[in-house]
Nanobody, 123 residues
Framework: QVRLVESGGGLVQTGDSLRLNCAAS????????MAWFRQAPGKEREFVAG????????YYADAVKGRFTISRDNTRNTVYLQMNSLKPEDTAVYYC????????????????WGQGTQVTVSS
């Protein structure tokens, strides 16, 4: 069983930066594709960014391209999401997710999830 624990969320103002962390345990971390999703009140869970386990290829939702950067450190079993130029519409609970072998943009493709960390961006 893979366990994921997010941290690093908080309350910031428009234009600020924040880095989220996802610590993984219970599996061979380098074999898993990892992703960040987010969910705001009254809205669907949406894909934010993903990174592969083998090639470290990254991909992003259009809403965050150029502002967010996903990365991973396989020696530390940790995935990061660097968020810059934050906007109020980025406010959501951010979730770390994992799937064996590949990455994807659909939540249903991921079998392992963290508990979420709240990000609030005030205007």
């Amino acid at each position: 069983q893979v366990r994921l624990v997010e941290s690093g969320g908080g309350l910031v103002q428009t234009g600020d930066s924040l880095r989220l962390n996802c610590a993984a345990s219970g599996g061979t971390f380098g074999l898993y594709g990892m992703a960040w999703f987010r969910q705001a009140p009254g809205k669907e869970r949406e894909f934010v960014a993903g990174i592969s386990g083998r090639s470290n290829s990254t991909y992003y939702a259009d809403a965050v391209k150029g502002r967010f950067t996903i990365s991973r450190d396989n020696t530390r079993n940790t995935v990061y999401l660097q968020m810059n130029s934050l906007k109020p519409e980025d406010t959501a609970v951010y979730y770390c997710a994992a799937r064996l072998g590949n990455t994807g943009r659909r939540a249903v493709e991921y079998n392992y999830w963290g508990q979420g960390t709240q990000v609030t961006v005030s205007s």
